[in-house]
């Protein structure tokens, strides 16, 4: 069978972990990379032998040979990028947020629509986790009663010094949220997901602990540690923690607490959901258990494992129970979910994939402005 062959812009952090995912799904290949800092591309490549390291994305574009095109730049190049990928005519796996603001995210949500051929996904991973699609089902069967209530947070501490810096704290090159667009973000997504249903409303109140930072003045590679820098002092106006009540439309109430300043929390996803008949809870560093609650007999800690999974979650699980399987997984597994669509001839007008879709993704840029708001306006934000 005929590979998928793909193409990734921006080889920063994120980009080994796509590559790696493109190549386990058996089904594509990757061709060529590129990035504004081109050295750091050809060593990339080197270090992860890619054939082609093109100068521009315009090179990339007009490569008859690539299908696919993955977009991990930052965020403030997402738009733009991603115009000019659905406009040459290649399939598109973005990096999330999908834009800087509703703006931006509305006129490739636009875009798409009049591509239908286009198959588009945003990298929405936590979603993707076996347990997680295992609890999506479970929790539409009714295994846990009706949900009442939600809750969960997104931890991590490599903001917490005043001597870390990226980015994400500039609203130039991230949009106007750092902590509820980069990494909010990604509990919503999960929370929607399990629960099939949307947040209609919000209620904030959102901090930046750390109001003027220090910024090296040299090339520093995302959550990678500064030393022996010089710096310069940088005004940040962009939260680094924050907490949101949501309520669902289907009725469940909720709250998450989001941090990148909570010293020894790394990336702590976590989501508890509260059903009328038993409880389940999740958290993405220990992505391969699950525990679930009850009242009349005793509370579970549950191993996942495929031959006890829903038959629609085993096809995002690949190793036996007991083989820990976890993020890398889960990204190779929404990557790989993603191919499939293109090569079963999907189309996104009439077919539900299990990955995040632009018009998923411009919804959750929605909720996230409307967060924003409230924090400012101290009021509910309704967003439908
Ligand atoms: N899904 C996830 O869990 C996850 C995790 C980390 C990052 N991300 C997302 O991935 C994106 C990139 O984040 P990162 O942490 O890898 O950032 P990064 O700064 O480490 O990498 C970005 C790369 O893009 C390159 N770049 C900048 N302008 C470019 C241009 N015009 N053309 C080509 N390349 C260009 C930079 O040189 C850099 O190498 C962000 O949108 C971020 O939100 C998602």
């Known amino acids: 069978m005929k590979k998928l062959k793909a193409a990734v812009i921006g080889m920063g952090y994120i980009s080994p972990s796509h590559i790696e995912s493109i190549r386990r799904t058996g089904i594509a290949e990757v061709k060529a990379c590129t990035d504004v800092n081109h050295e750091l591309a050809k060593q990339k490549a080197a270090e992860m032998n890619i054939e082609y390291v093109y100068d521009s994305v ?3 574009l007009n490569d008859p040979e690539i299908d696919v095109i993955h977009n991990c730049t930052p965020n403030f190049l997402h738009k733009e ?11 598109l796996f ?15 949500v636009d875009l798409l629509k009049k591509n239908p051929d286009i198959v588009a996904a945003v990298n929405f991973i936590y979603r993707m986790n076996p347990l997680v699609q295992d609890m999506k089902d479970k929790v539409a069967e009714g295994e846990y009663g009706k949900p ?29 949220s750092n902590s509820i667009a980069d990494i909010g973000s990604h509990w919503i997504d999960t929370a929607q997901t399990v629960l099939n249903s949307k947040i209609v409303n919000v209620f904030s109140s ?6 003027v930072r220090k910024k090296a003045k040299g090339m520093v590679e995302a959550f990678s540690k500064q030393e022996n820098q010089d710096y310069e002092d940088k005004k ?17 109430q909720g709250m998450f607490l989001v941090s990148q300043v909570s010293a020894g929390r790394k990336c702590r996803l976590d989501l508890e959901i509260n059903g009328s008949e038993a409880s389940c809870y999740w958290n993405q560093e220990m992505a391969d258990q699950m525990w ?24 995002h699980t690949n190793l036996a129970a007991g083989h820990p399987e976890g993020w890398n997984d889960a990204m190779t597994s929404n990557v790989r979910s993603f191919y ?24 959750i840029i929605r909720l996230v402005e409307a967060i924003l708001e409230s924090n400012l306006t101290k009021k509910w934000v309704n967003i439908q």
């Open 58 to 60: 315009e090179e990339i």
């Open 81 to 91: 990028i991603s115009e000019k990928i659905i406009k040459a005519g290649k399939h």
């Open 94 to 108: 973005s990096e999330k947020p999908l834009a800087r603001n509703s703006e931006e995210s509305a006129v490739l």
């Open 148 to 176: 009442r209530l939600v809750h969960g947070s997104y931890l991590q501490d490599w903001l917490l010094y005043d001597t870390d810096y990226n980015w994400r704290l500039e609203k130039e090159f991230s949009g106007e």
């Open 206 to 211: 959102l901090k930046t602990n750390i109001p």
């Open 236 to 252: 940040v106006d962009v939260e680094d923690s924050g907490m949101v009540m949501v309520e669902f439309d289907n009725g469940t």
């Open 292 to 315: 679930v609650g009850h009242r009349d007999k005793p509370n579970q800690q549950v191993i996942r494992n495929p031959q006890l999974m829903s038959p629609h979650s085993q096809q």
């Open 340 to 363: 499939k669509f293109i090569l079963d001839n999907k189309k996104l007008a009439t077919d539900k994939p299990d990955f995040a879709t632009f018009e998923e993704a411009h919804y």
